[in-house]
Nanobody, 119 residues
């Protein structure tokens, strides 16, 4: 069982930046893929970005590519989502998730952190 705890959400003006962190309880994450998702009010949860812990291969949603960067800190067991050039439409609850590399399902989820971008 992997426990995930997000932090770093908040209120920012459009064009600004925020840095989200996700601390994972699992000691050995080499068999996991870590991801970020978001859910805006009235909308379905959508994929933002992911990183394979073992080799740092990353994937991004086209909508976030170039503005968001996902990375990992091995020493801190933390995944970071750096969000730049934020837009009002980026307002959502952001969730950290993880899955085994051999799994198709995102099995573990954090509680979410609110990101609000004002105009």
């Amino acid at each position: 069982q992997v426990q995930l705890v997000e932090s770093g959400g908040g209120l920012v003006q459009a064009g600004g930046s925020l840095r989200l962190s996700c601390l994972a309880s699992e000691r050995t994450l080499s068999n996991y893929i870590m991801g970020w998702f978001r859910q805006a009010p009235g909308k379905e949860r959508e994929f933002v970005a992911s990183i394979e812990w073992k080799n740092s291969i990353t994937y991004y949603s086209d909508a976030m590519k170039g503005r968001f960067t996902i990375s990992r800190d091995n020493a801190k067991n933390t995944v970071v989502l750096q969000m730049n050039s934020l837009k009002v439409e980026d307002t959502a609850v952001y969730y950290c998730a993880s899955r085994l590399t051999i799994s198709l399902n995102w099995d573990y989820w954090g509680q979410g952190t609110q990101v609000t971008v004002s105009s």
